[in-house]
Each structure stands twice: as C-alpha cells, then as structure tokens.
C-alpha cells in the first residue's frame, strides 16, 4: 500500500483555508497512488491553539470541519489521517481531547486519542486534554494501523534514560499486533532536535519489527518553528523516505517495499538560519501583514536580522533604518549602505543628534547636579524606538528587534528602545551562533560586509564603547550562558565545566536573574533552541535568587 506524508503549513483557527491545503493535498497523494495520506498533529485547527480550546465554539467548529473534510473526500480513493481537537466527555473535567481521525470513503473509521499530555518546556497540554484511556488498531484494506499521535510514542523506555510516563502507548498497540505505526506530530524545531527525532524513531520500528511513519507539522506559529521533516522508516530501522526541512512537502512511499535511503546530514547552523526565515515568512504574514523594518546599526545582530527578513518577505518588503547618534561611527552608516546594497533593500537615515540634545535640555533642570550615565544612553535607543515604531504605523509594517540571546539573558538591551518590536528574530540565538550563521550565510557570496562580522561589537552610546566594557568576551559569556540558561546548571557545575572562575560564573548569572523584568515585556522570541525566552522557560520577576 502507498501512503503519503501530506506535510502542510497550517494557521491556528484558519478551518477554512487548513480544509483547503488537507483537500489539495490528498488530490494530489490520490494521484499518486497513495491509499493512505496522512496529516500532522490538530491540523485541521492549526497547532498550537492554546486557550481556544477553552471555548465550546471553538471545539464546535473542529468537530464540524471533520465532518466538511469527510464529505470533501468522499470521493477520492486515498483515506486521510488527520489531526484535531474535539470536545471531550464531559465527566472529564477537561475542555478537549487531542485526536486522530481516520476517514475513508465519508466514513469515519477511528477516532483515537492522545494519551501522553506533555507538560514541560513549551507545552502544556494537561491544562486542556483529557487523555485517551486506551488504544486501538484500526484496519484499512486489510492492512492494521496502530496510531498513535507525538508525544505517545516518546516514551520509549530502551531508548530514554529517564522516562516522564509510566505508560507506553505503544505496548499496549503492539499487543493488538499491527502491521504499521503511524505518529502524527506537531514537534517545534530545535538545535539537533531532527537527529534524536530520527534515531528515536529507529529504536521503536527496530523494537517492535514494523515500519515506522510519522508525519510532522511545518512552519512557523508565533515563538514556535516546525521543521516537518517528515519521515518513514522500515522495520530494521533504515530510512526509507524523509520529507524537506522547513518546506510543505508531500512524501509517499510503500512502508514495506520502499528501498532505503541515505540518511540526509544536517547542518545545525543552515537550519538554523532555514529555521528563522520562516519562522519570521509566517509570523509577520499570519499576523496579517508584508512588510517590516530593521533598525540597522552596522553591527553583526541587526545585519543578520535584516538578511532573514529578506530572504522571507522578498527585498521590496523590508525597509532598513539607519539612526545615527554622536557616538556612531562612520562605519555604522557606511556598513549598513553596503548590506543593505547586498540585501536589494531600500536603506533610509534618520539623524537623532538634534533630538537627542533636545532630550536633555527638557531634562536638564531636573538632572542638574548628576552625572552622565546609562541614562543618556537609553535615551539615545529609545529616540530610536520612538521613530521605528512611528514608520511601524505609517506604513503598516513590524519592526523587527534585533537584540540577540547573550544581551537579553544579561540585560544588555533597553526596555522602550532597541527591545521595541514585534518579533524578536534572533532572540534564541547566542552572540557566537550569530558569528556561525553569518559566516555561513557568507559561504558562496558576500551578504553580510565583512567589516560589520569584523568589528569589535559596540552598542555605540557613548564614546568607544565597546561590548567587552560591561560583559566579558563572548567566547567567555556564552557558554555560561547556554549551560545556565539552556540547562539549568548550577554556577559551580558551569566553572568546573569550562574553567571559568566561579565569581565570574556567578556574576553572569546575577545579570541573568535581574533581567528577567525585561524579558518578560520582550517581543515574542523565535525558538531554536532546546530552551529560549518566553512560554517555556517561566520565573517569577519580583525573586531573590541566591548565587
């Protein structure tokens, strides 16, 4: 039997247009022969829907886009497999269930639901499902499925040191021996997430000597990116189909008679930048909008940040916005020109010199008798702020902040200045990653100007200033920075780990506790990593935190 991995970029609550791209894509698998075309994880609603699922309409309307999908393919001769949220029964005490529905024919063979509610890092699916209370095979031209959906198959006891479920789904499938295990899934990106996705998959078809498909979401919804890649392996493990990364795709194989395939290399830092481009392509279109702008400082960030932009929106889309200050060198114009000369982007300067003395002088009177500090050089960014978001209104486009990981773990940004902003682009990636990315992005052509990946980083606030003046060295900062933020060590695991000394451990992680006020009122932050700023990593703003 062929089967298709309809790989899709869903909108949440878009029933209308997720209909129309199950619809077309199961034409198509129908065209190729497939009998089988299977959809990821609450497609047909878009995932994740959140608190949607607390409102009876809303589940009203996915169990009626199921029965408008039954009667949309009734006569095609693929089946679909797909994803969405239902009401759940109401002794429960929960809104929804997270289910699969098998339809064939305008029928609905099965309705399976999600058993493994995960509730760590980004999700939270215990504060809205209930969780299925068995599984059951279903069979299809004679060929018995066991379904099961995302986290229901990450429970693998031979391959998962530490398990979080005491149940495993899939012992209780392999009881009613099926022949097949498909998984729908919704599983975000991150930072070597499609390997460990890939052998854990392996280990389970090799446990339970049947094929393994699963079929992943793609595409961006707000902080979350899902990089699809789609995939079916045989029952000795081997790689016999995988969709594209960060691409809708429609993959269709034979789970038994498929040959097997050579397992595709990735590469962390081309995903990753793969990764923020259509991440930034769906948050800005999903939002409603086209357009964005950059504030473009001459530095590495905010180069990169407009590069992504560009290769998601197209250069017409993407204005950059030169702000220069007393302290800005000539590079930061000069640079900027060039890149964005690279990029076939529209480049404009706005001068804040005569705005920001009068600043001060409004302020004078009251600042009689202080000293300059961080003061006058948060005005400069919030000047900036000002303008960005008034050209934001003007012309009904986002800005985009440019602030990266290292500076918003220690709070070397401005709250109403540079963190003003729709989306934090390259909020999840570390000073260093940026430099990586950069220089891979530069690896056939110049995009980024060499003298902007070159020069020492600078805010530019005040007079040779320099980034190493209130931080240490980046190479330093962020290893810390990962093992702390990322991982949870403790300052003393972090010193012996990379020969840091302790004090210095420990005064990165004060900066990184008393920043948390800011980051909590930041732009919702693109997630590439295992751990980044927003809804998976919460702390209390108002803490003492002992070091």
């Not at 049947?210 to 990089?227: E, K």
């Not at 600043?359 to 500090?373: H, I, K, Q, S, V």
């Amino acid at each position: 039997m062929k089967i298709a991995l309809a790989q899709i970029n869903p909108t949440v609550g878009d029933f209308k247009g997720n209909l129309a791209k199950i619809g077309d894509s199961a034409a198509r698998a129908a065209g190729l022969g497939a009998r089988l075309t299977v959809f990821s994880e609450l497609v047909i609603c878009g995932y994740p829907p959140a608190d949607f699922l607390e409102k009876p309409s809303f589940l009203a309307r996915c169990r009626s886009a199921v029965e408008e999908l039954a009667a949309a393919t009734a006569g095609l001769p693929t089946a679909v497999l797909a994803g969405v949220a239902l009401p759940a029964d109401p002794g429960s005490g929960k809104a929804a269930v997270n289910a699969a529905v098998l339809i064939d024919k305008g029928t609905i063979l099965l309705e399976q639901h999600k058993r493994l509610l995960p509730f760590y890092d980004v999700f939270d699916e215990q504060r809205y499902f209930s969780p299925s209370k068995g599984q059951k095979v279903v069979e299809l031209e004679g060929l018995r499925l066991g379904i099961t959906i995302c986290e229901d198959a990450w429970n693998d006891k031979h391959f998962w040191q530490h398990r979080l479920y005491k149940v495993d789904p899939m012992e209780e499938l392999m009881g009613q021996h099926p022949d097949l295990h498909i998984n729908l899934s919704s599983s975000p990106f991150w930072h070597g997430k499609r390997s460990i996705r890939r052998e854990m998959l392996a280990a389970i078809a090799r446990r339970d000597d049947i094929p393994v498909l699963m079929c992943n979401q793609v595409g961006g919804n707000d902080s979350l990116i899902f990089d699809g890649t789609s995939m079916a392996i045989n029952s000795r493990g081997e790689l016999i189909g995988q969709a594209k990364s960060f691409e809708e795709d429609l993959l269709v194989v034979d789970a038994f008679d498929s040959p097997v395939i050579a397992t595709p290399q990735d590469d962390d830092t081309e995903a990753a930048y793969r990764a923020l481009v259509i991440g930034t392509r769906d948050y800005v279109r999903k939002c409603g909008f086209c357009k964005v702008l950059v504030a473009l400082s001459g530095g590495i960030d905010s180069a990169l940040v407009a590069a992504i932009a560009t290769d998601a929106l197209g250069p017409e889309n993407v204005l950059g916005i030169g702000m220069p200050s007393p302290y800005s060198s000539s590079g930061s114009i000069d640079d900027s020109r060039r890149l964005a000369q690279n990029l076939g982007i529209r480049f404009e300067v706005i001068g804040i010199n005569g705005l920001f003395d009068e600043y001060r002088e409004a302020l004078a009177p009251l600042f009689e008798g202080t000293r300059t500090d961080t003061t006058e050089e948060n005005i400069q960014s919030r000047i900036r702020g000002v303008l960005m978001m008034a050209l934001s209104n003007k012309f009904s486009a986002l800005v985009l902040t440019t602030g990266n990981k290292s500076e918003m773990a220690v709070g070397y940004c401005t709250l109403y200045g540079d963190m003003v902003g729709a989306l934090a682009v390259i909020g999840d990636l570390v000073k260093t990653r940026v430099y990586a990315v950069c220089r891979w992005l530069n690896r056939d052509r110049e995009t980024i100007p060499p003298a902007v990946i070159e020069k020492p980083p600078s805010a530019e606030l005040r007079p040779d200033q320099k980034d190493t003046d209130s931080l240490p060295p980046y190479e330093v900062l962020d290893p810390i920075l990962e093992a702390y933020v990322e991982r949870y060590e403790t300052p003393e695991a972090i010193a012996h780990a990379t020969g840091t000394p302790l004090s210095l451990v420990q005064q990165v992680v004060r900066l990184v506790e008393r920043s948390e006020y800011k980051r909590q009122q930041a732009a919702p932050v693109l997630k590439v990593t295992s751990k980044s700023f927003g809804m998976g990593r919460r702390f209390p703003i108002a803490v003492t935190v002992e070091v």
